[in-house]
């Protein structure tokens, strides 16, 4: 019987032998690759209407159209909260809900892709989502033909015409966090 004399260096140099010719490693990364940076992520129903006595209560923020809005089931992908903003998380980007601006009171709030105009929320776990740009913090959710609610960030007295809302404000669940 033969014994080998192994070193730390004669096994790292085998085992980078065996990753260079092993058929299952990947393919090497192409130059230009974006990767995701690491953070946290919380998943879940991670935004949910607090309007006690309304039909809006309960529902959750959804991703699914370009204005925010309520859903019976929202968007249970990560979200991440930092730098001011909220991000809702597609692989390596981010939907961020930004305050859009108008000569009303009540303004749209609307997810633009990787583009984090509103630096101004405050989302702590289990807390109410509020904004510095205005004193009260408080929404609107008002009835889209399509179904659902549309939501606005609500500044004043007056409200959208011609269609039902209910004040409501935001909630950002408690739940799981996870890397992303």
Known sequence: MRLLKLTAASLFLRAIA??????????????????????????????????????????????????????????????????????????CHAFYLNIFPSNTSYKQLVWQFDNQVTHTWSAGPGQLITTSSYPKSSFLACGSAKGGWFLYLKTGKDRPPGITCYDTRLRRAVGATTGI
């Open 18 to 91: 065996a990753v260079a010719i092993d058929p299952r490693a990947p393919p090497p990364v192409p130059p230009g690759t974006i990767f995701c940076e690491l953070f946290v992520a919380q998943t879940g129903p991670p935004i949910v209407a607090d309007a006690p006595n309304s039909p809006v209560d309960g529902l959750q923020v959804t991703t699914s159209t370009t204005q925010a809005s309520l859903v019976a089931n929202g968007f249970k992908g990560g979200y991440k909260y930092d730098k001011g903003g909220i991000g809702a998380l597609d692989r």
